[in-house]
């Protein structure tokens, strides 16, 4: 069973950057797919960006993320990143690493808060 273990997070003023980590324990497939969702207080969670481990890499980012974030993702150490870079108070939330296989099978991270303020 893959596990995550999440680094990173915490408070930045608006414009600023933040890197997160999301590193994956036990076996890691060419079609399992990893990425990070965020849940702000109040809203639903939802999709930040995702990325598939195998060779294409096949990235998706939310909308309102696109031009400022990154997922990097390094296969060797298991782990996939988050680059955020110009954000927003918006973007305040807690973010969470995300590890799904097929239809049926979904690891969460246990989250890290980022706040965004001056």
């Known amino acids: 069973q893959v596990q995550l273990v999440e680094s990173g997070g915490g408070l930045v003023q608006p414009g600023g950057s933040l890197r997160l980590s999301c590193a994956a324990s036990?076996?890691?497939?060419?079609?399992?797919?990893m990425g990070w969702y965020r849940q702000a207080p109040g809203k639903q969670r939802e999709l930040v960006a995702d990325?598939?481990?195998?060779?294409?890499?096949?990235?998706n980012y939310a909308e309102s993320v696109k031009g400022r974030f990154t997922i990097p993702r390094d296969n060797a150490k298991k782990t996939v990143y988050l680059q955020m870079n110009s954000l927003k108070p918006e973007d305040t939330a807690v973010y969470f690493c995300n590890f799904r296989r097929g239809p049926g099978t979904v690891t969460w991270g246990q989250g890290t808060q980022v706040t965004v303020s001056s």
């Open positions: 990325i598939t481990t195998g060779m294409s890499g096949i990235i």
């Open positions: 036990g076996s890691i497939f060419s079609r399992d797919v």
